[in-house]
């Protein structure tokens, strides 16, 4: 029998330890966990997802702060703006909301946040400690899904695992974090040639390629575990994933549903990668 993946709930429940452990280091130390979002422009999907972090900032106990840009703004203005937050110890973490306007630089933007305070984990510096395998700031979809893995008690080591899809987002961080785990990773894309036949050799799927639908019941072996992590439209406007779910859930173990799997994780363990930057600032003080 199937078993759905309710990355809302798991969400809801690491929210309320978080919560906890919040009041907890407020009471011991006099320190506020503190997240700034830089949101450039007025894009509706990014508008979304910024409501969303201030909610979970604010409700973990956070310090939190949005700060709304014109699209206008110069590239330097906004590298100034970031050199003022990493100097203010109020801030532990700095998130820049992505995609940004076309005359700004992302590189130069993601390199001028302070690896230390860089809670997305897109810093050049944090995707060379995640490589080496000393991770310190991970990028928190693929972080999320581990928390996944592990609240479902499913098993990595040794298991044959495949990642569809290799962006510096999602693609390459999980293959890394799987990897960390032992499993047997293979990293494709939407080039890879015979991709159903690698991808129905998988214990472990996770689907990151951008296209609604796009893996079906032929891409699955049965028993696998299914992670999406798509984000798409249906021809009807319904919100969909990567994955055929329909077609792909029968054959499942383990599946995540979209809405209500990955995406409540992501900005969950973006909540947890703030408060542990703010540990950090304290010399590894335990609370």
Not at 260 to 278: N, W
Request: glycine residues 8%.
């Amino acid at each position: 029998m199937t078993r759905v993946i309710d990355g809302k709930a798991l969400a809801a429940k690491l929210q309320g330890e978080l919560a906890l452990k919040t009041e907890k280091l407020k009471n011991k130390t006099g320190i506020t966990p503190g997240l700034v979002v830089i949101l450039v422009g007025e894009n509706p999907a990014s508008q979304v997802y910024v409501r969303n972090k201030e909610r979970s900032a604010l409700a973990a106990g956070f310090h939190s702060q949005v700060v709304r840009l014109p699209e206008t703004i110069s590239q330097q203005q906004l590298l100034d703006l970031i050199a003022d937050f990493n100097q203010d110890p109020t801030w532990h973490g700095i998130l820049v909301q992505l995609p940004l306007p076309k005359h700004i630089d992302e590189e130069a933007v993601l390199l001028a946040i302070s690896p230390e305070k860089d809670v997305d984990g897109f810093h050049p510096l944090n995707m060379g400690r995640l490589w080496s395998g000393h991770p310190v700031m991970v990028p928190s979809t693929p972080a999320g899904i581990m928390e996944m893995f592990h609240e479902y008690g499913i098993e990595l080591e040794g298991k044959r695992a495949v990642v569809i899809g290799r962006s510096n987002i999602v693609g390459k961080p999980m293959a890394q974090l799987l990897l960390a785990k032992n499993a047997t990773v293979t990293l494709t894309h939407s080039r890879t040639h015979k991709l159903p036949q690698i991808a129905k050799k998988a214990d472990i799927l996770v689907v990151a390629i951008g296209r609604a639908k796009f893996v079906t019941a032929e891409f699955v072996k049965e028993g696998a575990v299914v992670i999406d992590v798509g984000m798409n439209r249906d021809g009807q406007g319904k919100l969909c994933g990567d994955v055929d779910y329909d077609s792909v859930a029968p054959l499942a173990s383990h599946i995540t549903p979209v809405p209500g799997g990955v995406g409540p994780m992501t900005i969950t363990m973006l909540m947890q990668q703030t408060f542990e930057a703010a540990l950090r600032s304290l010399d590894n003080e335990s609370v």
